[in-house]
Nanobody, 131 residues
């Protein structure tokens, strides 16, 4: 199982970035995935998650309307489109998956953003937003 995040970079306030997470060893048709972030000196926090097959996306309140999670199940890739970036969005962004529950593709699944729920993690990609 691997999750490979990419797409981070340095941008100005108000600009956009799209993060990608290429997954292997499991199918996005069957497992929920999420994006988390961790700023220096702070705890890891949830950004957005989505159920199997890209269903039922969920966002932390601060990200609603600015961030969009999506999946390309054929390419086994998860995206996070980030608009109107702010300096407080500066963090390392991680993608993660819930594998321990087994395949959920046949179920209606509502994801949650609890760090401890996720048991497969990518290496993170740095996003820096300057004012």
């Amino acid at each position: 199982v691997q999750l490979q995040a990419s797409g981070g970079g340095s941008v100005q306030t108000g600009e956009s970035l799209r993060l990608s997470c290429a997954v292997s060893g499991f199918s996005l048709d069957d497992y929920p995935v999420a994006w988390f972030r961790q700023a220096p000196g702070k705890e890891r926090e949830g950004v957005s998650c989505v159920g199997p097959r890209g269903t039922n996306p969920f966002y932390t309140n601060d990200m609603k309307g600015r961030f969009t999670i999506s999946t390309d199940n054929a390419a086994n890739t998860v995206y996070l489109q980030m608009e109107s970036l702010k300096p407080e969005d500066t963090a390392v962004y991680y993608c993660a998956a819930v594998l321990w529950m087994g395949p959920q593709g046949d179920n209606i699944f509502y994801c949650a953003l609890r760090v401890s729920t996720y048991d497969a993690w990518g290496q993170g990609t740095q996003v820096t937003v300057s004012s």
